[in-house]
């Protein structure tokens, strides 16, 4: 009942930052956990970041201190601040909310 948009993503040097969106154009409000995964190739979807309705925040040991999971009531969207972007955070970036699935933002971190 959920339909997600991803956006934000793209290019980046090593050490810079980006802002991903996810916007919900449906029950973004009665939803309990929200998340962003990401998705190399070879390897596993990753969960990167997850956020409750109570705000309890939780995030992968490879990010954290650099990325910052967020609402947006306004827009009703789902951010995810990336600073000091590494290498190793390239990847395609998807946002989840009761089992349903965006369809990804590419980020690409060059070094």
């Known amino acids: 009942q959920v339909q997600l948009v991803e956006s934000g993503g793209g290019l980046v040097q090593a050490g810079g930052s980006l802002t991903l969106s996810c916007k919900a154009y449906?029950?973004?409000?009665?939803?309990?956990?929200m998340a962003w995964y990401r998705q190399v190739p070879g390897k596993q979807r990753e969960l990167v970041a997850s956020?409750?309705?109570?705000?309890?925040?939780n995030y992968a040991s490879s990010v954290l201190g650099r990325f910052t999971i967020s609402k947006d009531t306004s827009t009703k969207s789902l951010l995810l601040q990336m600073n000091n972007l590494e290498p190793e955070d390239t990847g395609v970036y998807y946002c989840?909310?009761?089992?349903?699935w965006g369809r990804g933002t590419q980020v690409t971190v060059s070094s």
């Open positions: 956020i409750s309705s109570f705000g309890n925040v």
């Open positions: 449906t029950n973004f409000f009665g939803v309990s956990a």
């Open positions: 989840t909310m009761q089992d349903t």
